[in-house]
Structure formats: C-alpha cells, structure tokens
Nanobody, 123 residues
Framework: QVQLVESGGGFVQAGGSLTLSCAAS????????MAWFRQAPGKEREFVAA????????NYADSVKGRFIISRDTAKNLVSLQMNSLKPEDTAVYYC????????????????WGQGTQVTVSS
C-alpha cells in the first residue's frame, strides 16, 4: 500500500553535494516518521536522519549532523536528503523508510522501505 521511490543517487567528488528524493504514496503521512538509512558494502545498515511528517522535527546521526539536511514537502509527498561536504565514507546505498509513530527512532524498525539508490563519493 505504501510505496517509497528514491531517486537522485550518483557519483560525486569529495566535498561536493548531492540531493536525494523519496516520493511517498499510498496514504496520508500525518502520523508517520520518515527516515533515511544507508548501507555500505560489508557493513550493517546505518541510520542517517529522520523527520516527523506532522511538524518537521528532525533527528540526525552524529556522522552527518551539520552536513546533511532532511526535509519534507507535504504538498508533493516528497522527503529529501540534501547532502553537503560529502566524504568517501558517505559512499553507500541510501534507503528511504517510513514508520507509523511519533518518535524519531534511529533503529531499523521501520515498516516500509524503498528500493535504494547508490551514492558514490570519490576522494
């Protein structure tokens, strides 16, 4: 029922910027928290950022705080991740996720997931 479709991944030089988008559909998201996770080869899936749909309150992983910005557009049902000052260690497949609830959870207990989009940052 809920569908999340990511776009915007690609190849970028270290220090550059890239913006990912997640098109959400299937229902009203007023009671949801939306998030971005990432997974690098050989590593566990890692929380990046989350946003509460109703009031735009956010939560960020320490590794991206000050560099990444998560936002949502209620009119277009879009969740974006603006990534600045990118580092090679940001290289990963990035996933959009959604869960019902109020808390901006940093764990992987989300109910819906997108297909992922590859971000590669070269040194």
């Amino acid at each position: 029922q809920v569908q999340l479709v990511e776009s915007g991944g690609g190849f970028v030089q270290a220090g550059g910027s890239l913006t990912l988008s997640c098109a959400a559909s299937g229902r009203t998201f007023s009671g949801y928290v939306m998030a971005w996770f990432r997974q690098a080869p050989g590593k566990e899936r890692e929380f990046v950022a989350a946003i509460r749909w109703s009031d735009s309150v956010t939560n960020y992983a320490d590794s991206v705080k000050g560099r990444f910005i998560i936002s949502r557009d209620t009119a277009k049902n879009l969740v974006s991740l603006q990534m600045n000052s990118l580092k090679p260690e940001d290289t990963a497949v990035y996933y959009c996720a959604a869960r019902q609830g109020f808390l901006l959870r940093a764990d992987s207990t989300y109910d819906y997931w997108g297909q992922g989009t590859q971000v590669t940052v070269s040194s």
